[in-house]
T-cell receptor, first 112, second 111 residues
Framework: EAQVTQNPRYLITVTGKKLTVTCSQNMNHEYMSWYRQDPGLGLRQIYYSMNVEVTDKGDVPEGYKVSRKEKRNFPLILESPSPNQTSLYFC???????????FGPGTRLTVL | RKEVEQDPGPFNVPEGATVAFNCTYSNSASQSFFWYRQDCRKEPKLLMS???SGNEDGRFTAQLNRASQYISLLIRDSKLSDSATYLC????????????FGKGTKLSVKP
């Protein structure tokens, strides 16, 4: 089954404790992206990657890091999480033509 | 001006009604346009791409007006299952990967 998976689905952590949210797709897509969704603000792009070893900042990259060492994986790293990073995070992938983006099920992160 | 602007709703309509959503975008260099649907606490899913010539998929019709930088979605014969939030999505105009999402329009279809 073609899909985008994210782990963990739910995470409660404390300020300053490094964490990684994994994202993996099995569709051989070149393009992958991370978004956060907050009430009243909608979906905002954090980082995206056009291919292996190619990443670019989206609209709200501060406080986040990403890497794209393999085509299928695009982890999101929070080196020192803060409460304002409490949000619902979605990973997405698509073919290079940016047609349909397939989203993962989301990761609900709470930073205390 | 916000990059992608939508009426947040909610739109409360009876079954069988026709409902129209509008969206405006600010970047004239944008090349790709989409409508996504998002159910509560779920991931967004592509409803349809929007082409310059307009396109229809069953009860759904999307239109694009580049001159006015305006996108629309028309839903005919609304079903209870159409209740969701509809997201207008526009490419950023720069790097191909940059997509800008509207905040969404909430639709509630009542019996």
């Amino acid at each position: 089954e073609a899909q985008v998976t994210q782990n963990p689905r739910y995470l409660i952590t404390v300020t300053g404790k490094k964490l990684t949210v994994t994202c993996s797709q099995n569709m051989n897509h070149e393009y992958m992206s991370w978004y956060r969704q907050d009430p009243g603000l909608g979906l905002r792009q954090i980082y995206y990657s056009m291919n292996v070893e190619v990443t670019d900042k989206g609209d709200v990259p501060e406080g986040y890091k990403v890497s794209r060492k393999e085509k299928r994986n695009f982890p999101l790293i929070l080196e020192s999480p803060s409460p304002n990073q409490t949000s619902l995070y979605f990973c997405a992938s698509s073919s290079y033509k940016v047609n349909e983006q397939f989203f993962g099920p989301g990761t609900r992160l709470t930073v205390l | 001006r916000k990059e992608v602007e939508q009426d947040p709703g909610p739109f409360n309509v009876p079954e069988g009604a026709t409902v129209a959503f509008n969206c405006t975008y600010s970047n004239s260099a944008s090349q790709s346009f989409f409508w996504y649907r998002q159910d509560c606490r779920k991931e967004p899913k592509l409803l349809m791409s929007v082409y310059s010539s307009g396109n229809e998929d069953g009860r759904f019709t999307a239109q694009l007006n580049r001159a006015s930088q305006y996108i629309s979605l028309l839903i005919r014969d609304s079903k209870l299952s159409d209740s969701a939030t509809y997201l207008c999505v526009v490419s950023g105009g720069g790097s191909q990967g940059n997509l800008i999402f509207g905040k969404g329009t909430k639709l509630s279809v009542k019996p």
